[in-house]
Nanobody, 123 residues
Framework: QVQLVESGGGLVQAGGSLRLSCTAS????????MGWFRQAPGKEREFVAAINWIGGSTYYADSVKGRFTISRDNAKNTVYLQMNSLKPEDTAVYYCATSVYAVSSAVPSFSSWGQGTQVTVSS
């Protein structure tokens, strides 16, 4: 089973940017669809973005479309989430996850999860 480690979270003012990284262990990273999810206090985990194994297909939640960009570097076993024009409502713990299925927003289709990285956007 692949292990995932997220990094890049922090405190940023509204309108600012952050880039999250998620690095995977194991040799099969390039075979997985990768996703980013987030969970704010008292709320359910929600889908943010996903990218297929080769990076040719991406999918975004409406709330982040046009502001966030997901990408991956299979040579580095890493998936990224570039977050621009951040809003206070983007504040959450952000998680990356793997899926053996096609690009999807469904939490149950994702299996391995990282420990999360905190993103806080101040107004």
């Amino acid at each position: 089973q692949v292990q995932l480690v997220e990094s890049g979270g922090g405190l940023v003012q509204a309108g600012g940017s952050l880039r999250l990284s998620c690095t995977a262990s194991g040799r099969t990273f390039s075979s997985y669809t990768m996703g980013w999810f987030r969970q704010a206090p008292g709320k359910e985990r929600e889908f943010v973005a996903a990218i297929n194994w080769i990076g040719g297909s991406t999918y975004y939640a409406d709330s982040v479309k046009g502001r966030f960009t997901i990408s991956r570097d299979n040579a580095k076993n890493t998936v990224y989430l570039q977050m621009n024009s951040l809003k206070p409502e983007d504040t959450a713990v952000y998680y990356c996850a793997t899926s053996v299925y096609a690009v999807s927003s469904a939490v149950p289709s994702f299996s391995s999860w990282g420990q999360g990285t905190q993103v806080t956007v101040s107004s």
